[in-house]
């Protein structure tokens, strides 16, 4: 039996983890797998848990109110040696970037435990972009044991940071796992997309169920390397978007940070074609990916959801680790120049012919079936060797 530790702490890390998890869960003769969530983001956590029927082990519990990078580090490193010494793990998995992820894999390092590391291998080569994942991964590398590269190009990235070969596994990227999980969900189920709608039209935006052919963009927005002076520049560029395009709705879930609600509720509110709403499920959200015209974000995860979904994103960043979807025409770096998001923004909802070169270019992260690739690693890694 080899025993498997998961950790996790953000909406996108559970996301990404899931399918992974009940690869393990799938096959019990093999494998005991354990999930303990710090619990980093609550709020946003608790209910992809839910959508994905992952019931915690164990839980950290860490969030507290005005919590900071030094918090978040101290508590996950403080509150998991207990738990590593009671649960005896071969094998520790983190996902990503998050502090969670940099805190539990030196943990599991500390205690010389094996760290398995999904979505390793991207880089953008500055460590203040974004702040602090980029910082978080490059660390995350140097402790893990196996490496599990979404795309060929991580995986060379990895090896020039002279990572064995022997150690990387490219498996495509997880959130694509997810995504078809959920949306063959939707698209089974009369009844869940009726609740979604119903969710959508209680939260404030109507018009996907009311006014169908009405074209709506999607943003999303969250990256602290954009809290200030760039999300102000966001702010103008989406209010210049809706005045200049009356006939769009704009749809934008609102994180919970209040670095973020406060300038996109001051500038933002009273323009009558913009829907700022809350935070929505996972299911909910896939389902207004899958019904935008386009999308807008800062996000990681929805650079490599969107292609799959044949929809254009440009991204309001200066750097991406996902260079993949750029190469491939499904992403644009708009940056956080209010001029340059209006501008690609506008291309887009005026020049069918470029709107659908992005929409069809190739979609490069994988074939929903990368939680298979990593249990068959694993398996043939500690077949023989675990307790």
Known sequence: MITILAVLGTRPEAIKMASVIHAFKDCPDDFGMKVCITAQHRELLDPILDVFGITPDVDLDIMKRSQDLFDITAQVVERMKPVLDRLKPDLVLVQGDTTTTF??????????????????????????????????????????????????????NLLRENIAPDRILVTGNTVIDALVMVLDRIRSDAGIEAAIVRTLDEGGYGNVDADPQRRFVLVTGHRRENFGQGFLNICQAIK???????EIDIVYPVHLNPNVREPVNRILKDIGNIYLIEPLDYAAFVYLMDRAYFVLTDSGGVQEEAPSLGKPALVMRDTTERPEAVTAGTVKIVGTDAGSIFKQADVLLTDRREYEKMSKAHNPYGDGKAALRIADYIKQQYGHSAH
Do not use: C
């Open 240 to 246: 210049g978007i809706a005045k200049t395009h009356p």
């Open 103 to 156: 805190a539990a894999a030196l943990a599991a390092f500390y205690r010389r435990i094996d760290v398995g590391h999904i979505e390793a291998g991207l880089r953008t080569w500055n460590l203040y972009s974004p702040y602090p994942e980029e910082a978080n991964r490059q660390m995350t590398t140097r402790v893990a044991r196996h490496h599990f590269a979404p795309t060929p190009s991580n995986r060379e």
